[in-house]
């Protein structure tokens, strides 16, 4: 009886070392994919000086916009925490969706090398971070799963954890295209 | 894509594809006799083997003749060995004939094709000569399971250009060599091995297929084209199945791992591996993974994909091959339509998979072409 106890316990055991050693694992997958978000902002934070620097000089009448992006570029800059990060990173991506939509008024800028390298670097940058978003959510995703299911929800209950929020997309690129305000 | 009339390629070559499809009947019922008489040879063996193991070890009969006992299966013995040597070289003889016949109908086919091609696409640049190499369809990492050793061969290469994308595609056949070396070890697997190598090739004789194309473990269209996006690991997307899965597993090929994407029409049809899982994803955008869903619609085949530095790579299966005749009773105009389909993808690929997608560059493009 006692041999049988003991096998049990060490099952058990076995069982929950295995199980909080795939939500160790999970859990680092979603900081991982944080991380890598955290790399193209980074990314594209280094990139708006030069951006506005270009911009300024053909398009110095939108000072307003300009003004707001560097405001907010500083404002980031000083963000610890991840919620306020992402909500910064959102309101940055708005912002400057209004600049690309800005510059259509000014076709000079269109035939300057240094912006046009600029404006593909940027382009690229917002596509790796779309997609950096959509790694974390599959990864968030992958880590809730786990630890929402039997058994393992016991395992994570121990360990008190909780789970991720996943990240919404924008409302800006949730909004329908107005093209009246990019064709104007 | 400039494309001229099917119907008046077709009146140009009516006689030389009748000519060609009439020396194609007549080798496929000749590939039939060949593989008929192969299956005679396990019938052979199968019988020897029942004698020794059956009738000479356990069941030794001897007939009483002259006052004393004399055994019989010496002489079945003889017989048999006799019947075996003598099925083996009308076989060779055989399987002789039936080579040079196939080698003058593949040349009738080529050129028969070359016509087609030519005709068709005046300008493609069309190469029955050029080879693509084994190493550089491996280095696509499509098919994990190629070996250095397995034998390729290329039907024909065509280079093109749509919407100032060039597009490389070739028609090829992998021959993969199964090893079952490891079976040997295995009490008695050694022999069911054999014996299995030996059965195998009747199930060809019921086949529409010509000879050149019974064996391959891949053949179709092979595509590179120049993918606008700067990539530094490798996104692969291969058809959802049970083979797919065993072969990421029996494999070790441990460099990439599986992505769980969000779409999932996609996921219906395909597995995705990668060696990081945002390059997948800043690769595969939610409209290009509608964009491959309705590419493999518009195939009805296989597809595989493969993104690999700046270049995409492309492999639709198609067991009959691109640049050959369609097997079964096929009618000239119907082997015109079929090459004009399987030639239009390229086009559907630039289009598609947005490869044509305008943006400015600031840094030259890597070529990596087939």
């Known amino acids: 009886m006692t041999n049988v106890l003991i096998g049990i316990i060490i099952l058990i055991a076995i069982i929950y070392i295995l199980i909080n050693n795939k939500i160790i694992v999970k859990k680092n997958k979603v900081n991982e994919a944080y991380g890598s978000i955290d790399v193209y902002l980074k990314k594209r ?3 708006i000086p030069n951006l506005l620097a270009v911009v300024n000089k053909y398009a110095a009448h939108e000072k307003d916009l300009l003004i707001k992006i560097t405001e907010l570029r500083s404002k980031t800059e000083n963000t610890i925490k991840p919620k306020e990060t992402i909500s ?11 600049l690309q939509a800005t510059i259509e008024n000014y076709p000079d800028i269109k035939t300057d090398r240094q912006f046009l390298i600029l404006q593909y670097n940027l382009t690229d940058i917002e596509e790796q971070l779309s997609a950096a978003r959509r790694a974390y959510n599959a990864a968030v995703t992958h880590h809730n799963d786990t630890i929402q299911m039997f058994p393992a929800n016991f395992v994570a209950g121990i360990r008190r954890d909780r789970p991720y929020k996943i990240l919404e997309t924008p409302q800006e690129e949730k909004k329908n295209i107005d093209a009246k305000n990019i064709l104007s | 894509m400039e494309q001229a009339d099917i119907k008046t390629v077709y009146q140009n070559l009516k006689k ?3 000519i060609a499809l009439q020396q194609k009947k007549m080798i496929m019922k000749k590939q039939k006799i060949v593989y008929i008489t192969y299956a005679i040879f396990p019938i052979l063996v199968i019988g020897y083997l029942t004698y020794i193991f059956v009738v000479n070890n356990t069941l030794q009969t001897a007939i009483y003749i002259d006052g004393e006992y004399q055994r019989t299966s010496k002489n079945i013995y003889y017989y048999f060995v006799t019947a075996i040597f003598a099925f083996y070289f009308f076989y060779k003889g055989l399987v002789n004939s039936f080579t040079k016949e196939f080698s ?10 070359l016509k087609m091609v030519e005709q068709l696409f005046p300008s493609f640049q069309f190469s029955q000569e050029q080879q693509v190499s084994l190493q550089q369809v491996k280095a696509s990492k499509i098919f994990n399971w190629i ?15 749509h919407d100032g994308i060039p597009v490389h595609i070739a028609d090829i056949g992998i021959l ?9 070890a295995i009490p008695y697997m050694g022999q069911l091995t054999v014996l299995y190598q030996l059965i195998e090739p009747i199930k060809y004789t019921f086949s529409k297929k010509t000879a050149d194309n019974l064996l391959y473990s891949f053949r179709g269209m092979f595509c590179s084209a120049n993918f606008p996006k700067r990539l530094v690991g490798h996104t692969l997307v291969l058809p959802r199945s049970i083979a797919t899965k065993a072969d990421r597993w029996i494999v070790e090929y441990i460099e990439d791992e599986p992505v769980r994407l969000e779409d999932v029409r996609f996921s219906k049809h395909f597995l995705v591996y990668t060696t990081d899982q945002v390059e997948a994803r800043y690769v595969l955008s939610t409209s290009l993974m509608e964009r491959i869903v309705e590419f493999k619609k518009r195939s009805g085949q296989n597809i595989m994909l493969s993104f690999l ?27 015109i339509e079929e090459i004009v389909a399987q030639v239009s993808l390229t086009k559907y690929i630039v289009q598609d998979f947005n490869l044509n ?9 890597q070529k990596d072409e087939v």
């Not at chain 2, 070996?147 to 250009?161: E, L, P, Q, V």
């Not at chain 2, 993969?176 to 040997?184: A, E, I, R, T």
């Not at chain 2, 997608?357 to 493009?365: A, G, H, L, Q, Y």
């Open chain 1, 45 to 47: 934070f280094d990139l």
């Open chain 1, 88 to 98: 910064s990173a959102n309101e940055m991506s708005s912002l400057m969706k209004s």
């Open chain 2, 16 to 18: 030389d594809l009748a």
């Open chain 2, 104 to 113: 003058k109908f593949k040349k009738i086919e080529n050129e028969a094709i």
């Open chain 2, 147 to 161: 070996a250095d050793n397995d034998n390729m061969h290329t039907y024909g290469t065509i280079k093109n250009t």
């Open chain 2, 176 to 184: 993969h060599k199964k090893d079952l070396s490891g079976l040997v």
């Open chain 2, 309 to 335: 530095h700046n270049t995409i790579y492309v492999a639709i299966e198609n067991t009959e091959g691109i640049f050959s005749f369609p097997s079964g009773d096929v009618s000239s105009m119907k082997v």
């Open chain 2, 357 to 365: 997608r305008k943006i400015f560059k600031p840094f030259n493009t």
